[in-house]
C-alpha cells in the first residue's frame, strides 16, 4: 500500500508554520518506508516521522528516504513495533524559496528496500586514556576527559556509533556524548558500544531549530524541539538530565530564543572558538548567563573534514567514577574544565578546593574573568583560587591565544 503527498512550499507555508504534519494510515505490522523528494539546490527541507503513539525518529536534512521495521530500522529512527492507525511524516521547513517548489512524500506499507546496515566495526585502539594524567582533583575523585558534542549516522554525522567511539578512544578520551539532532535513537546502542570501546557513551540528544540548540544529556527520553525552549529547560530538569546551549555565538546557528530561566550549562568553548583563539566573544555574552553557569566544551564533530577531532576541545570532568551517571553527575554540579586537547604536556587549568592548579603551562598567563593577569611559573603551579580574582578563569599564551578554562 502507497500513499503519496504532492506539496508546493515556498516561504508563505514556511511563515504559516515551520513544521508540516503530513498523515497517513499505517495497518500495523511489518514495516514502513517514506521517500522525500524535492530540489534540494532550491531549498533544505528536514524529514522525521511520529507514530500514533510516540516520536519515532528524524533524519534533518541528512536523508531523503528512511524505513522502520520491528527489528531494525535506519539510523535516525527507532525499531520496534508499528501500532496500526494514524502516523505522521514530519517536514521541517528549515530553508525554502520565495516561489513554490514542488515537494512530494510517498510512504509504503511494507517497505519496498531493506534497512541500510551499519558499516563494518574497527578495532578498539590501544591509546593511554586522558584520566592516566592524574591531575591533582578533589578528595574520591577523578579528571577523567571527554567530549560534549558529537553526531553519528543517527543524525548529519558520518560515522557510525562504533567508528566514533573507535575516533574518540584513539584521541584519549574517557567518554564521549552522542548528541545526534532531535532524536534519541542512538541510546539503545550506545552500551554495547561503549563496552567494545572500553569507552563511557552519554546519552545526548541535540534539541535543534533554526533559533539554536541545546544538548539534553542523560537517559531521559526524547525532548520534543517543537515545544518552547522554556520547556526544554523545565523537561530535562524534572527528568533528571543536564540542559547546555550549544555554540551561542555561532554564525546561522547562535542561540536567539528567549529564555527567563536559562539552563545550568552553557557550551562556551564550541570547535568554531578554534578559529580564531584570541577571540573575545564568549567573555563578552558571559555576563549575561548566570553566574553559577556550568561551562564546557564540545567538538561538534560530525566528519573527519572538519579537521578537528574528537576531544576538540577537551572537557574535563572530575568524577567518582567513568560511568555515565557519573559523569552527568560532575556535570550537574558543575564539576568541569576546559583545555585544548587531552593528551599529556598539554596545558590545563583545574581547580581543587581553594586552589586553582595550572598543568603543564609553564611561561602562559592566568586570567580572570576582570582581566587581571599573572604569570605561570613550572609546569605545575598553584595559586590560591581567591587571591587570583573573579572566576571563571583561563590560561592563554602570551600571545593572547586560548589554552585552557576552569571555574
Known sequence: MATTHRLQIGIDVQLES?????????????????????????????????DPERWRGWSGGARMRFAITPDAATPGYEAGPLPAGEWAVVLGLYKVPAEP???????????S????????????????????????????????????HAHTLHSDGELSIAQLSAAAAARGLDFLAVTDH?????????????????????PG?????????????????????????????????????????????????????????????????????????????????????????????????????????????????????????????????GRTAISRYPGAGEAVLVRVGSDLVALDADGAVLVDSLGRSRRVHGDRAVFDAEAAGVGPFRLETPARELLAISR
Open 18 to 50: 515551520r513544521y508540516l504534519e503530513l498523515p497517513f494510515a499505517h495497518p500495523g505490522g511489518r514495516s514502513v518506508e517514506v521517500t522525500l523528494e524535492f530540489d534540494r539546490s532550491a531549498a533544505e527541507i528536514d524529514l522525521g516521522v511520529r
Open 182 to 202: 532531535n532524536t534519541v535513537s542512538h541510546h539503545p546502542h550506545l552500551p554495547a558500544v561503549a563496552s567494545a570501546y572500553d569507552l563511557a557513551l552519554l
Open 205 to 333: 540528544q541535540e534539541v535543534t531549530t533554526h533559533r539554536g540548540h541545546a544538548n539534553a544529556f542523560g537517559d531521559i527520553g526524547w525532548i520534543d524541539f517543537r515545544e518552547p525552549p522554556s520547556r526544554w529547560v523545565e523537561e530535562v530538569a524534572e527528568r533528571g538530565g543536564v540542559l547546555s546551549i550549544n555554540h551561542p555565538l555561532d554564525g546561522e546557528w547562535a542561540w536567539l530564543h528567549p529564555l527567563e530561566q536559562l539552563p545550568p550549562a552553557l557550551e562556551f568553548w564550541h570547535i568554531t572558538w578554534f578559529r580564531e583563539l584570541t577571540a573575545t566573544g564568549p567573555w563578552a555574552l558571559l555576563p549575561r548567563w548566570r553566574p553559577d553557569v556550568t561551562l564546557i566544551g564540545g567538538s561538534d564533530f560530525h566528519h573527519a573534514g572538519h579537521g578537528y577531532p574528537p576531544g576538540t576541545p577537551t572537557t574535563w570532568v572530575a568524577a567518582a567514577d567513568r560511568s555515565p551517571e557519573a559523569i552527568l553527575e560532575a556535570l550537574a554540579a
Open 101 to 111: 517548489i514542488d515537494v512530494v512524500v510517498t510512504i509504503e506499507a511494507p517497505a
Open 113 to 148: 528496500a531493506a534497512v541500510e546496515a551499519d558499516p563494518p566495526a574497527p578495532p578498539r585502539p590501544d591509546a593511554p586514556r586522558g584520566s592516566a594524567r592524574s591531575l591533582p582533583a578533589p578528595d574520591g575523585l577523578t579528571w577523567f576527559a571527554g567530549d560534549f
